[in-house]
């Protein structure tokens, strides 16, 4: 079968229906690193064998910014399989630690109540009255991002500093440590989310704004 190379423009014979390049424009040379590539019908414009290459003739001919150098990375255990990840600096910035969310989901599992007594004490109305307190107190503002909500927002929620699952005697009922308001500190969904994830820090509590005012 004759066929015209849509490379060149010279005729050749092939046995395949499709084929569109002929033989001698299937190999070409990089004019960057030398190297030689195969190319087809798709990509017969194709000049350089890889991304780099490019990227590298066109800072020589001015039409790009140089490569960035590239950043140095930290190593990071993960706090539930203590397997070494390199973090970036803007990781290392923000404390990410689990090396994935599979481990993340491991470590809120674990630290979680087992048993109904966990979804009943956040059911109950002594929890709620102390929600509702603690969002008094810190005047329905999260505490990292300082984000204001309305009273009757449940974008905002009560986080643990130190997790309620660590004190011993927890029950369905407040509990004089666990629950006591220099250990509760009103955030938005997404910042308590960045928080157990362990890419933002916890807020400091002074004594003084850890006492409730009557509302």
């Known amino acids: 079968m004759i066929k015209t190379c849509k490379s060149c423009g010279e005729q050749f014979t092939t046995p395949y229906a499709p084929g569109a ?34 990227h590298k003739a066109k800072v020589q001919l001015g039409q790009r910014p140089p490569l960035q150098p590239t950043k140095e990375k930290t190593p990071i255990p993960c706090p539930q399989c203590g397997k070494i990840t390199q973090r970036l ?40 009255n102390l929600r509702r307190r ?28 130190t997790p309620r699952e660590t004190f011993p005697g927890i029950s369905d009922t407040i509990h004089i440590l666990a629950d006591d308001p220099t250990n509760l500190v009103a955030l938005c969904n997404s910042c308590h989310q960045k928080l157990h994830m362990g890419s933002a820090n916890i807020p400091v509590v002074s004594s003084e704004k850890g006492k409730l005012l009557p509302c």
């Open 21 to 54: 390049i002929c033989p001698s424009c299937k190999n070409r040379i990089c004019p960057v690193c030398g190297t030689q590539f195969a190319i087809h019908s798709l990509t017969r414009s194709k000049k350089y064998c890889c991304p780099a290459c490019y």
């Open 89 to 128: 600096p803007y990781e290392v910035k923000y404390n990410t630690r689990f090396c994935n969310k599979a481990c993340y989901l491991a470590y809120r599992k674990a630290q979680r109540v087992n048993g109904r007594s966990h979804s009943y004490f956040y059911m109950s109305a002594d929890w709620i």
């Open 134 to 161: 603690i969002k008094h107190r810190d005047k329905h503002t999260c505490q990292i991002c300082f984000r204001m909500f309305a009273p009757q927002s449940r974008s905002l929620t009560i986080h643990h500093k």
